[in-house]
């Protein structure tokens, strides 16, 4: 005990005790908390979807309490990086998972019509669950360097390798990730400065992409068309979902009980939230979603109070690309906008996502570590800083 | 994007790097407004979901409608005439269901008279809620859950039963499949108590509902349903009704009305005929109607129980005369007008008291209007409310008015109890309460006349065969053979034939009205006359009853002698 309590000790100055002083306790506690609200989800949605596909009934919830430790890893393991080294591993993996993308292409396997899978070393991942925290990152330090230094070309770059995604995951098509990549590259763009008034024009774009989307690929159609007339159309997904809210009431129906998230495809997946609800109830819901609102506005504030450029935009950039995955993954659930494939931060079963997510917020954790030359610059001083300078 | 940032020289200024976070800083800010305005709508949502009523009615009736609970129905002894009992009723929910074919394939194994395309039709579209098959036994729902079939379930439902069967058919009336009372008591249990209400908040779903007392004693019921049953078939009547009434209470301890229907399964209920013939129809009384007459006349003083009746012609109105059906044709004695149930007699004495005079006291004995009872099955009588000369004199026989047998047993009680009208009731009343909401309607020696009147025509007159079974009883009434209007004429094929009495005569405890509708002779031997029908059909029931009321046998003379007013004694 006491040798644990020697690594945290302020008194002597270990990379540990350096960690656990300077990360942000408050957003750390409240991811590890919405990984426990998704094992408990976990127990509630997946028995149904398992023994549906002719899988032992706690197959999900054991795959998925197993994700949670490699993804526990990498989320402390990220968080310990320092600035140098956060771009250098969001460098690797965007350049790694564009290739991977690319291979997609040619050697992914292929679920529902769509190419986003890749087999690699045994396990399948999808790669462009690593391009979306690794692609924030790159963009807020071109975007930063640029705004630095006007001789480097950042924006340039920025929009070429958003560009070569953006492609890529409508190669698949992935109309689901490519939003989120659109609400990043939109997000930094916003963070950096543009004016309103192409703020307006980039929203009309993106208007314009949507409606695109709508006339080009049939199932974005089919799925708009069953939201706006529910009558018409196959809106059974989202009529399951909201059939399981309601039966659950404000308490929830009890562990076990509930009966709509039966019928519910994805259960597991992008529609636990919806699951979970006909088990816990409203309530439980509400704090769920309160949780997620919190992690997003602390990581927000703790952007906001970086000196830093890069560190700030890259904050925001992960904090907003969490937000967005969230609130598009909920809204669905709540049954506000036409479905769309999308699965929510650490509570869907999914081991890439669940790690990709972990490796973002690690980055998201070192980014908003409170440094030592920030004290300096401020004036204000912090003990393990003053105490390194008194040795 | 020209507009993003500075394209200053590489030196970052202090002056350009505050701008540059003050920008961003705002910009921060711009999005953790949007941030919570998203997760605000959604907390918005889910309130909104919380707040939302989830529509469980079955069908359009509320589900805890549907497993309420009666209260049971006891007779006076406290024997069970009505129950809830406990059945599973299987339901599906098509939305839920996944192979329509194999569960309606699976279910017709279990409930093979389910009609497959039926069963297919309803086991497919997109309701939350339909029934299958109501009201299955515990073994037919375990065979169900043992197939297994998904989006199949059991509401346990409460069933009323009524362990008589038909006995007391129109006094329990029914229930409908919801477990509403739709007739009899059982409808009057819903409109006059919180019942209903209890049922639709749900309230009296488990709770133990306190039993309802009825005034009927299932022994008296079963033994005027009994003897109703021999009648039809004896007499092959198109129909046979009786009540029974506590004169000092009110209480209808019997009624019952042939044809009928078993309440446990009410559909036959609807069939023709099947109405309650004691209060929901009305029928001209005949020859019965001359006790109220009677009493009429003698408690107005216009006759005296000692007067001569000139009875020697018919009455004649116009170019009509009124004649009497076993005319004696001479001058009568007041009870030989009501022994021989001289019509010409009958009207000679209404005309003695005015015809205003007896129009008032039909009203006065309570003829007006629908008979006083809990049950909801009732019809209004018909009287002219100003009688002609001849109407008056045919009302005064029982023809040309209609009430219900219920009005007459009413009026009954009243003339031989010493003149109190009581209120009649199915449930439990003590003579104390209802005495408190009696009227006087004849003083105590009109009831005495009206008394010995009625014993004497079962000693002497038209009662003497149903006297001769009920014999130590004490038992008497009047006869009425009321020809039925058909093709506007009086048939004397198909008439309808009365009896109304009461016993022990020396001390009434008991009236009873008893119809049997277009009697046949029983042999040839035998009359189509109401004393050979009605009269026997109450003799033997009150030969059975009575015991059971604890009326002990007497035959000695001595007690109908004493019933003789001292006027006419020798």
Known sequence: MTAINAWFSRERKTPIAEWWWTIDRELLFALIALMAFGMLLSFAASPPVAERLGLGAWHFVARHALFCVPAIGVLIGASFLPAKWIRISALV???GGIGLLVLVLRYGTEVKGAHRWISLFGQTIQPSEFVKPAYAVMAAWFMSEQMKRGDVPGQAFAAVFFAAIVTLLLLQPDVGQTALMVATYGALLFLTGISWWLIGVLGGAAMGLA??????????????????????????????????????GWFGKGPGEGIAKRYLPDAHADFVFAAGASEFGILFCLMLVGLICFIVIRALILAQSQHSLFNRLAASALAIQFGVQSAINLTVNLNLIPPKGMTLPFVSYGGTSMIAIAFGMGLLLALTRRKPEETFATGLPIRSAVKHEAL | ???????????????????????????????????????????????????????????????????????????????????????????????????????????????????????RDRLTGDEGFVWIARELTPAQRDRVMHLGIPGIGFLTETKRFYPGGPVAAHVMGAVNIDNVGIAGMEMY?????????????????????????????????????????????????????????DVHTGEVIAL??????????????????????????????????????????????????????????????????????????????????????????????????????????????????TPVVELPEVTASAIPSNFSEVGAAT?????????????????????????RLIEPTLLMRTEAEANARATQVISAQTSDYIRYLMRLNALEGSGSRGNAIADGYRWGGKTGTAEKVVDGRYSSEKSLALFASAFPLDNPQYAMIILVDEPKRENEQTGRTAGWNAGEVSGRIVARIAPMLGIQPNTDPAVDDRLIPVQLRF
């Open chain 1, 211 to 248: 409606g695109l989307a709508y006339i080009f690929f049939p199932h974005v159609a089919r799925r708009v068309d069953a939201f706006i007339n529910p009558e018409t159309g196959d809106n059974y997904q989202a009529e399951r979902a909201l059939e399981s809210l309601l039966e659950g």
């Open chain 2, 189 to 245: 249990l819903d409109d006059s108590t919180d019942l209903g209400l209890l049922q639709e908040l749900g309230l009296a779903r488990d709770s133990e509902l306190n039993p309802v007392n009825l005034a009927i004693d299932l022994r008296v019921q079963h033994v005027l349903y009994d003897q109703l049953v021999d009648a039809m078939e004896r007499y092959q009547a198109i129909a046979a009704a009786g009540a029974i009434m």
């Open chain 1, 93 to 95: 993996s965007l350049i």
């Open chain 2, 395 to 419: 009302a005064s026989f029982g023809h040309g008015l209609s009430v219900t047998p219920m009005h007459m047993l009413r009026a009954v009680s009243a003339l031989v109890n010493g003149g």
């Open chain 2, 1 to 119: 994007m020209s507009a993003i940032s500075s394209k200053e020289p590489t030196i970052a200024l202090d002056g350009t790097r505050k701008a540059r976070g003050n920008l961003t800083s705002a910009r921060i800010r711009w999005a953790m407004a949007f941030v919570l305005a998203v997760f605000v709508v959604m907390g918005g949502r889910l309130v909104w979901l919380g707040n939302m009523d989830l529509d469980t009615a079955i069908e359009g009736q509320a589900r805890a409608a549907i497993m309420a609970s009666r209260p049971p129905i006891l007779d006076r002894n406290g024997i069970e005439m009505a129950v809830d009992i406990q059945v599973p009723s299987l339901y599906a929910e098509p939305r839920r269901i996944l192979d329509v074919d194999e569960a309606a394939e699976a279910l017709r194994t279990v409930l093979p008279n389910l009609d497959p395309a039926w069963l």
């Open chain 2, 256 to 369: 019952a009305s042939l044809p009928d229907f078993d309440p446990n399964n009410p559909a036959g209920m609807l069939e023709e005929g099947r109405y309650n013939r004691i209060t929901a129809a009305k029928y001209e009384l005949g020859s019965t109607f001359k006790t109220i007459t009677f009493a009429a006349t003698l408690d107005s003083g216009a006759v005296q129980i000692t007067d001569q009746i000139d009875a020697r012609f018919g009455v004649r109105f116009g170019r009509y005369t009124i004649e009497d059906f076993h005319g004696k044709y001479r001058i009568l004695s007041v009870p030989e007008v009501y022994k021989y149930s001289s019509n010409i007699g009958t009207i000679k004495m209404m005309q003695a008291m005015g015809k205003e005079n007896f129009r008032a006291f039909l009203t006065r004995l309570g003829f007006e209007g």
